[in-house]
């Protein structure tokens, strides 16, 4: 068990819907990393938010928004949903900034039907 | 672009025998390089890394080898364990404490009884 829980584990939903990940970080974490991997790709940085800033984007669509809360746990946000955004969506957490010493949750697979 | 690439997508091996599992990337920007597990229904894992003014790093059974010139590191695991069964990440960042891993597409080694 990393510390690092995603919510919920699974998801199944329509095209043009909109659905919110959630993610809480290891306890002491200020950190969250938001990841996605495609079918046979591999992980693709989407954003990071450091103590409810966020401190870097990625390859994170328009469509696609997060936040992190005063709590530090953190929510993505997907909207219009397309086929090709099925995927599993990794939450990472760590102490500071550096990505290198983070710990990764399970992933909310999301499949768009 | 897939800047980090494994282009072996499975590997199996005898349970005892060495296991070696590579990754070549493009950017030679890259300073710190890591390797991850992960188990169906988990997240990845931290397994070992490397330095780039480092060409070789051992932690028990997996020892990371990286040449520069070659642009090319690989994980071996000496000796292969079923449990070792799982998929395994290569990553690259431009520095230790970035807050981007660039990661493969993954091998998925499979140690037979």
């Known amino acids: 068990d990393s510390g690092v829980t995603q919510t919920p584990k699974h998801l199944i939903t329509a095209t043009g819907q909109r659905v919110t990940l959630r993610c809480s970080p290891r306890?002491?974490?200020?950190?969250v990393y938001w990841y996605q991997q495609s079918l046979d790709q591999g992980l693709q940085f989407l954003i990071q938010?450091?103590?409810?800033?966020?401190?870097a984007k990625g390859n994170i669509l328009e469509r696609f928004s997060a936040q992190q809360f005063p709590d530090l746990h953190s929510e993505l946000n997907l909207s219009s949903l397309e086929l090709g955004d099925s995927a599993l969506y990794f939450c990472?957490?760590?102490?500071?900034?550096?990505?290198?010493?983070?710990?990764f949750g399970q992933g909310t697979r999301l499949t768009v039907v | 672009d897939q800047q980090v690439k494994q282009n072996s997508p499975s590997l199996s091996v005898q349970e005892g025998r060495i296991s070696i599992l590579n990754c070549d990337y493009t950017?030679?920007?890259?300073?710190?390089f890591l390797w991850y597990k992960k188990y169906p229904a988990e997240g990845p894992t931290f397994l070992i890394s490397?330095?780039?003014?480092?060409d070789k790093n051992e932690d028990g059974r997996f020892t990371v080898f990286l040449n520069k010139s070659a642009k090319h590191l690989s994980l071996h695991i000496v000796p292969s364990q079923p449990g070792d069964s799982a998929v395994y990440f290569c990553?690259?960042?431009?520095?230790?404490?970035?807050?981007?891993?660039?990661f493969g597409t993954g091998t998925r080694l499979t140690v037979i009884p």
């Open positions: 990472a957490s760590s102490p500071q900034g550096a990505i290198t010493e983070a710990f």
């Open positions: 306890s002491g974490d200020l950190s």
């Open positions: 938010y450091y103590n409810g800033e966020e401190r």
């Open positions: 950017n030679s920007m890259f300073d710190y």
């Open positions: 490397i330095s780039s003014i480092k």
């Open positions: 990553a690259a960042s431009l520095q230790t404490g970035a807050n981007n891993l660039f």
